[in-house]
């Protein structure tokens, strides 16, 4: 905490130093008013540049205009000058204007502009524009102005987006909790599919993103299921006629290396877009210890666990996408996504068992190896047909989607002491094959009826089948491996989904409305390989509004408040049988008896913006009656095993308040404070376990930028516990320090980045307890870490390929992995 203090102290003090010294500097001002003038109102935003006027295309200074329309310039030097106003929708404004040591001030006062139907052309600023704007029914993060985000991470990006958290274990979480979905373009990606999310976003490149969308009202053309908000990765849109590309490589302390390209070109009708991304991320070897007490059994009453654990992770992705314009109406686009990877943890645990008076009865070392591989592949094809009338338009879209996931699990005990009960084989080997095939088409139509009101609809079917096969084996001693019967473990779980939508919105001065209205029915269908006694049919129909309502009283400020029922359905994650027990005595599994989770949401938001301070101010309220949560328990014929898995038994109600709030208080300095609180009241009546509690999160971004291209970038993060049904996990901080500079025009970047430089290893601990038992652990994550990157950029554009405006969306399940937060770091125990 002492070292959050003085990041804030440094700041704070720096910022004075600055200012002060700017000040002193001899300097001309200019400032004025901009004013439509139709409607004598302020123009917002507009990009106010000054040149020389021997030479008008050499800007020396540019600023944007206040919510209020004003701006306000400093100079350096006497001399003629032009002024130029420029903004969307406007007719550009060019004024000359006269310095003197005599005159150092000149006021333009009121300027006016005229409307203009046609667009202008590109202008280059250096002005710092607000890193975060607001609409009617999402935030966004706008990553093309933020420097670290030329040779960052999109995972390390994400840690500065209102309302989202990336806690030091690489977990995400939307307004603290985890069921959200996250979109490539507005739609889901393989890429971003499965239990690796954190993994796949460490190995795509910053660079390659335009902005990111945190939507926190989900409209009616969304699915219905799994939302408690969506967060969008929009990648680089300014893609025209000729190339444009990019390369990075980054390497780190922890033998990590990755590398991307990326590449963008178009040729006449015809736009193509290629990406691929490599990253090989090793973790050093970690601590962790534990310890639990099992009420029920006065022989094996507790046990201690204490070792070491390392992972290693490798990535190959990519994605293609290919776009053809017929002509100005008619619209194709193809995209293809890849992905290749296998993650690799080692534990090496001695465990310890003690009866209730604390004499030892066996321990043993337990070697345990678990790999995971992964290879999704994702299609979409997209048609979209437009009319006469501009923003009317429909899209028939299909999506095909397959994602196997296998485990192999193995484990064996050295070092035996004491007498072993009977029923625990030690020596294992799983082999899971699991995998989603998924089939989608859709339709959607939207229709601009005028100025003030539009209007959308759609249709969709889903056809989606979840796998999962067992083979379970026991080692001997010399290594043969031989099969034991399984009868619980091999299933199939199909999912027939039909939806349909409506929505409206409003749009009238200072007002905003959107409202819409889904329904959707689900057909599943269960059956067991070898238990056909288990099979069962089970069938879903649900009606979901949606509304969403906006009001400025002034252009820079805006309120927002909005509702929305949402549903989860469990992925293979949550419903796959096949039991986990590299510790025999810590086994866990999932449940595909499971039914879907249903959520109520209702949003306030609160936003000002000016040249200096952006603001954003967020409330929100959800409770869940069905909630799918992780529990512990200990079952009469196996005393001495905690067996853990999912059942719908949580009632929960989460109450969080939100604050994004920048300041630029001079041109060189940006200062940025993302965090939030939150209430967290989880129930289940059936389990007779409640929790409840206070958790949050704040952390403080400076970005400084010196002469020559040199930058400096100081992150500081506090994370408070985390409330479970049954248990809690500590808080802690972490600092992470870049540095960076641009060569040959901008084009290239260097960086070199510092995380957690005063602590080795991140403590995080944690507590679970019921009636049957109680456990603690407490986990050792190695931080400290220096890592290089660099990027370059190359090409050239000169027009823009267009995008199909809607496509496939199934953000429908509650999927597993970062961001789920069920169990905390427990899962390496």
């Not at 009826?449 to 084996?473: M, T």
């Not at 599994?589 to 949003?603: A, D, H, I, R, T």
């Not at 109450?655 to 001079?666: D, R, S």
Request: overall charge neutral.
């Amino acid at each position: 905490m002492k070292i959050f203090l003085k990041l804030i102290i440094v700041a704070i003090l720096f910022t004075a130093t600055v200012a002060a010294q700017e000040r002193t500097a001899d300097v001309y001002n200019i400032c004025g008013l901009v004013i439509d003038s139709l409607t004598s109102d302020p123009v917002p935003y507009a990009t106010v540049a000054v040149a020389f006027a021997e030479a008008p295309a050499q800007y020396v200074n540019a600023v944007v205009c206040d919510g209020d329309g004003k701006f306000g310039m400093q100079l350096k030097a006497p001399g003629s000058y032009v002024m130029t106003i420029q903004s969307v929708g406007i007719n550009t404004v060019v004024k000359p204007f006269v310095l003197t040591e005599a005159n150092k001030k000149e006021d333009f006062g009121k300027v006016y502009v005229a409307e203009n139907v046609q667009s202008i052309g590109e202008v280059t600023v250096s002005a710092q524009r607000p890193l975060v704007k607001v609409e009617i029914d999402k935030i966004i993060y706008n990553m093309e102005d933020d420097p670290e985000a030329k040779v960052n991470n999109t995972l390390e990006m994400l840690r500065k987006v209102p309302m989202v958290t990336v806690d030091g274990e690489d977990k995400i979480q939307l307004k603290g909790a985890s069921n959200f979905r996250i979109f490539i373009n507005g739609r889901p990606s393989t890429l971003l599919s499965g239990q690796n999310v954190s993994d796949v976003l460490k190995s795509m490149p910053a660079n390659t993103i335009r902005n990111i969308e945190v939507i926190t009202d989900p409209g009616a053309k969304y699915d219905a299921e799994g939302i408690g908000g969506i967060i969008n990765i929009v990648t680089s849109r300014n893609l025209f006629q000729g190339y444009q590309g990019s390369i990075m490589v980054s390497t780190g302390t922890f033998g990590n290396f990755g590398g991307s390209a990326y590449l963008s070109v178009k040729t006449g009708k015809l736009g193509l877009t290629g990406s691929f991304f490599y990253t090989d991320y090793p973790r050093p070897w970690g601590k962790q210890e534990s310890e639990s007490e099992n009420y029920y059994n006065p022989q094996y009453y507790k046990e201690n666990g204490s070792g070491m654990y390392k992972n290693n992770t490798i990535y190959m992705l990519g994605n293609l996408e290919a776009s053809y314009e017929f002509d100005t109406l008619r619209l194709l686009s193809l995209g293809v996504n890849l992905l290749n990877g296998k993650t690799n943890n080692l534990t090496e645990i001695t465990f310890a068992m003690f009866d209730q008076s604390g004499t030892e009865q066996y321990s043993y070392k337990n070697e345990g190896n678990t790999n995971n591989v992964m290879g999704t592949t994702g299609i979409n094809l997209d048609y979209q047909r437009s009319t006469r009338k501009k923003g009317e338009y429909y899209t028939l879209s299909y999506q095909f989607n397959k994602l196997p996931n296998d485990n192999g699990i193995y484990s064996r005990a050295r070092d035996i002491t004491g007498e072993m009960p009977l029923n625990i084989r030690l020596n294992q080997w799983y082999d899971n094959h699991a995998n989603t095939v998924e089939h989608t088409g859709q339709i959607d139509y939207t229709n601009p009826l005028n100025q003030q009101h539009s209007i959308e609809a759609g249709l969709k079917f889903i056809l989606r089948q979840n796998i999962s096969e067992v083979k379970h084996y026991e080692l001997g001693a010399d290594g043969t491996r031989e099969e034991l019967p399984s009868t619980d473990n091999d299933f199939e779980h199909i999912s027939n989904i039909y939806a349909g939508y409506a929505g409206y919105a409003f749009k009238a001065e200072k007002f905003g409305l959107r409202t819409g209205v889904r329904a959707e029915g689900t057909m599943q269908d269960v059956k067991f390989r070898f238990d056909k006694s288990r099979n069962f049919s089970v069938d879903y129909y649900n009606v979901v509004p949606s509304i969403t309502v906006s009001y400025q009283p002034k252009p820079a400020q805006t309120i927002r408040a909005g509702y929305n029922l949402r549903i989860s359905r469990p992925s293979i994650w949550y419903l796959n049988p096949y039991v986990n027990d590299t510790d025999p005595y810590n086994i866990s599994y999932g449940n595909p008896e499971l039914v879907p989770e249903k959520s109520n949401s209702f949003n306030l938001n609160y936003s000002y913006f000016s040249t200096k301070i952006t603001l954003n101010l967020s409330a929100s309220y959800s409770y869940v009656n069905n909630a799918i949560e992780s529990y512990t328990f200990i079952d009469d014929d196996q005393t001495e095993v905690k067996q853990q898995t999912y059942k719908n038994i949580g009632r929960s109600q989460r109450t969080g308040i939100y604050v994004n709030a920048g300041w630029t208080p001079v041109q060189k300095l940006r200062l940025n404070f993302n965090g939030g609180l939150n209430y967290a009241d989880l129930k289940s009546a059936e389990w007779d376990a409640s929790n409840s509690g206070l958790t949050g999160n704040g952390a403080i971004t400076a970005m400084l930028t010196l002469p020559k291209d040199f930058r400096i970038n100081a992150n500081g993060m506090y994370m408070a516990r985390t409330i479970m049904l049954q248990g809690e996990q500590s808080g802690y901080f972490y600092l992470y320090l870049t540095a960076s500079k641009d060569f040959l025009q901008k084009k290239m970047s260097v960086s070199i980045m510092c995380m957690n430089p005063f602590t080795k290893n991140l403590k995080v601990t944690g507590s679970t307890a019921s009636d049957y038992y109680a456990s603690r652990y407490t986990v050792f994550f190695p931080m400290r870490e220096i890592r290089i990157g660099i990027s370059y950029r190359f090409g050239n554009m000169k027009e823009g390929i267009n995008k199909i405006q809607r496509g496939i969306t199934n953000d429908d399940v509650k999927s597993g992995g970062s961001g789920d937060g069920v169990g905390g770091v427990g899962g390496v125990m």
